[in-house]
Every structure is written in structure tokens, then in C-alpha cells.
């Protein structure tokens, strides 16, 4: 069974490009493809127009940081960062000189003495990734480097990553099934599902005008609705109506790329909305129906996060989620979340809506 099938990539030189994707969808089999550790069967890997297909690991001239950082623990850290330049016949006086730069770089200046066991979990991560870079790599990979870490620190790394490999300007290749990840650092997002590039675009373009169901479902909280195109307007305005399988009418306007076209009047699509996107509003006496994409519901399910409140919104049939955000001003108190079997109006802004064709 191929891990890899049918992907075709071209990366811009400088960026920071992310494979996202579920355990087991081959992300990771083509990053070891193109440093070297594993062998295409067919095709072709080009490093800066170079073929590299025949070429060793050692002579790609590829950073690489594991999951696991892959330190030697009987090594100091200096003599961990110039183990490649070692290999690459650098004399010492001017290896020692790169890793204090490289050390200097991630923010750990003057630990060359110390060895792994001596330091935290992120700072073994900057290490690793000034292993990976001192050498003045053409492309780096990293392969979820930050998943080791706890939530603040990750939060946190994830930023100083992407300060680096700008400040470096290296080509960078990310492997993760981490979407905020994947959103914060990237250029550029390669979706992949089942040894299948799904879709690439910048993360804005991934995130809001999904290409197919796999891909909507996957990347945030989505609510992804079998329907029937009810019309498209004539006078180029990019407004559309669509029924729900419950009976729901709503309108959209088209905001997205423009290889994503509106299936015809008649056809079956899958409508996708964002859970961030959905509106609820309490009903109560003085509540008003939304005028526009507006339907009463039941929440069912209410999660406190902190930050947000997630909810589960039922109505005729058909399950909503909802992403509301809390501040002082709205939801001051956890009590002030809606809590389950509140009746509800659900609102949803027609340039929130995006459509994709079923399948």
C-alpha cells in the first residue's frame, strides 16, 4: 500500500510551508522522503532545481529536528551543535565560532558546557533547532518539534520558530497535526488525507474556502450541511440561496478563490459555516428574530473554555456548533453561559457561508 500518492509540490524559496493532516495521512513519510530516509519509487524530489534522488542524507545540505530532538546525551551542548559541522570538515576554531552564533540565535548564549539533562524541555528544543540550522542548511525540516511541550510553552516556541526561519530566510518544511499550529506559523498549508494532497493554499484561503468536505471538517470548527443550490444570482453580485436537508434557507455570497464556483441551480453541495461564525442570541420576550439567515434552536451541549464557550444547537433536525467568544463585557461569569435546553436565535452572516460541491 503507497503511504505517498500522486503529490506534486512546489514550495516558495524563503517560506514556511506546513504538512497538516490527520495520524497516518503521510505527512511525515514525505518529509523522510525528502530528507533522504526513505526512497520514492517513482518520481522526483528537486532541492533548489537539483535532483536529489540518488543523493545521501549527508550531502542534501537538510536541516532536520525530530519529534524528539535526538540530542546526544553524552555530548555537550556545543559538541551536540557541531557534530554536522564536524562531518563537513569545518576546523574547530570555526565551528566553535558558528554554534556560539547559532546559540546566540535561539537565545541560549554561553551553554556550550552544559549537557541535555541540564536543561528544560524548550530550551532542548532550541538547541535542536540550532543544530539543524548552523550549518546554513537549503531546507529545513521539522518534524512536530513542538508536541513535547506543554501548552504555554508550545504557544510560545511556535513564535520563535517562525522569527528564525524568517530571520534566516530558509525554505522550512513543518510536519503536524496541530491546526493552530499549522495556521500561526505557515505560508503556505498542504492538507493531506490518505497519502493525498487535499488542498494548498495560504492559511486564510485553507481555513475559509475549504475545496472539499475532508478539508472543511477537518481544519477548526466547522459545520459542514448537505444541500440543494436553490439559485444563483444572475447579475454578477455572487449572491446564492441554498435549502438545507432540514428545510433551512440560507444566503451566501461568494468571497472565495475563484476556482471555487458555485454549483448550478438544482445541484446537491455541502455548505460549510465556520463555528466561530454562528451567532446566538437568548430568546426571551424582547428578543428579536434575526431578519436574514436567522432560525430559532435548542442548545443541547455548552463547554466553558475560558476564553469561549462552545455549544451544540439543535434545530429541526440538523446539529449546529457554535463558537462564541467571552469577554467581561458579554459573559463575565461562567453562569452567564448559555446552559443546555436554552432556547435560542441562530444567525448566520451570508458572507460566513462557503460552498463546495458535494462529494
Known amino acids: 500500500m503507497a503511504a505517498v500518492r500522486s503529490v506534486s509540490l512546489s514550495l516558495r524559496e524563503g517560506s514556511l510551508t506546513s504538512l497538516l493532516g490527520p495520524s497516518g495521512c503521510g505527512k511525515t513519510t514525505l518529509l523522510r522522503l525528502i530528507a533522504g530516509l526513505e526512497t520514492v519509487s517513482t ?20 536541516g532536520l529536528v525530530f519529534q524528539n530532538y535526538a540530542l546526544f546525551p553524552h555530548k555537550t551542548i556545543g559538541e ?3 557534530f554536522g559541522l ?42 535542536a533547532l540550532a543544530r539543524a540550522v548552523v550549518f546554513e542548511p537549503d531546507v529545513l525540516l521539522l518534524d512536530e518539534p513542538l508536541s513535547a511541550l506543554d501548552a504555554n510553552l508550545r504557544e510560545e516556541m511556535r513564535v520563535e520558530i517562525k522569527l528564525i526561519q524568517k530571520a534566516l530566510g530558509v525554505t522550512t518544511i513543518l510536519v ?25 493554499g495560504d492559511p486564510k484561503a485553507v481555513y475559509r474556502f475549504p475545496q472539499n468536505r475532508f478539508v472543511a471538517g477537518f481544519l477548526g470548527q466547522a459545520n459542514v450541511l448537505p444541500c440543494t443550490v436553490v439559485e444563483t444570482a444572475a447579475d454578477g453580485s455572487g449572491h446564492w440561496l441554498v435549502r438545507v ?8 455570497i461568494s468571497g472565495g478563490p475563484r476556482e471555487q464556483a458555485i454549483p448550478k441551480a438544482g445541484h446537491r453541495a455541502d455548505l460549510v459555516i465556520r463555528g466561530s461564525d454562528v451567532e446566538l442570541l437568548a430568546k426571551s420576550a424582547d428578543s428579536g428574530r434575526p431578519e436574514r439567515n436567522g432560525f430559532e434552536g435548542t442548545v443541547i451541549d455548552a463547554s466553558y473554555l475560558g476564553d469561549d464557550a462552545h455549544y451544540l444547537v439543535e ?10 467568544r467571552l469577554t467581561y463585557a458579554t459573559a463575565g461569569e461562567a453562569d452567564d453561559v448559555l446552559a443546555p435546553g436554552a432556547r435560542v436565535f441562530v444567525s448566520i452572516p451570508p458572507r460566513a457561508c462557503a460552498i463546495i460541491s458535494a462529494g
Open 43 to 62: 518520481g522526483e524530489i528537486k532541492i533548489k532545481g537539483r535532483p536529489v534522488g540518488k543523493v545521501p542524507i549527508h550531502k542534501r545540505n537538510i
Open 80 to 82: 551536540n551543535i557541531a
Open 86 to 127: 564536524k562531518h563537513r570538515g569545518i576546523d574547530k576554531a570555526s565551528a566553535m565560532q558558528k554554534v556560539r552564533q547559532a546559540l546566540d540565535m535561539v537565545r541560549l548564549p554561553g551553554i556550550e558546557q552544559r549537557y541535555p539533562n541540564q536543561l528544560s524541555g524548550g530550551q532542548q528544543q532550541r538547541v
Open 176 to 200: 503536524t497535526h496541530d491546526q493552530q499550529e499549522a495556521l500561526a506559523m505557515s505560508d503556505e498549508i498542504v492538507v493531506m488525507n490518505q497519502g493525498n494532497v487535499q488542498q494548498v
Open 245 to 252: 436537508d432540514n428545510g433551512t434557507s440560507l444566503l451566501g
Open 315 to 324: 434545530s429541526n433536525g440538523i446539529k449546529f456548533k457554535a463558537v462564541i
